[in-house]
């Protein structure tokens, strides 16, 4: 499997794991990830747009965004940052909410590792129980997520040249 395209792995417990290498330094990667002048550019898959977005970087600093589909109802995704070790670690809380229903938060760790003149990036997000974990599987988070990783790293590389 070539390193470079998504991984996903749902392990037995209550985690889904997203990894990625990325052909930049982690310093630029992390930039890009937590800027919101950067995630404006990526964070949306497919078929949505950013309709709104606000983002307080530090430790018990607020983030909440809105994905817009072309068609459907808005999608809110927010939480609170827990710990932010620049340019290594991104742990912050994650909830959804879309079609009136909230679910349950996501603790979501970032990590990103020097990997040959490259960054090994990988997230974890570790759910409460199983069943939440699976609610949010039937979401389409595999897809949706893949899509986001395809837009920052295209994201990143257009910033690169």
Known sequence: MNLTHNLLASSPNCEIVFSRIFPASRETVFR???????????????????????SDLRPEGNYRFVISPNLGTDCTMKGIYKR????????YTDAVEWDDDSFKEAIVSLHLEEFQGKTKFEMVALYETEEDKNIILDLGVEEGTSEMLDRFESYLLSTLS
């Open 32 to 54: 890009l990830w937590t800027e919101g002048r950067h995630v404006r550019n990526w964070i949306c898959p497919d078929g949505f747009v950013l309709s709104d977005f606000e």
């Open 84 to 91: 932010i070790e620049f340019p290594e670690t991104l742990v």
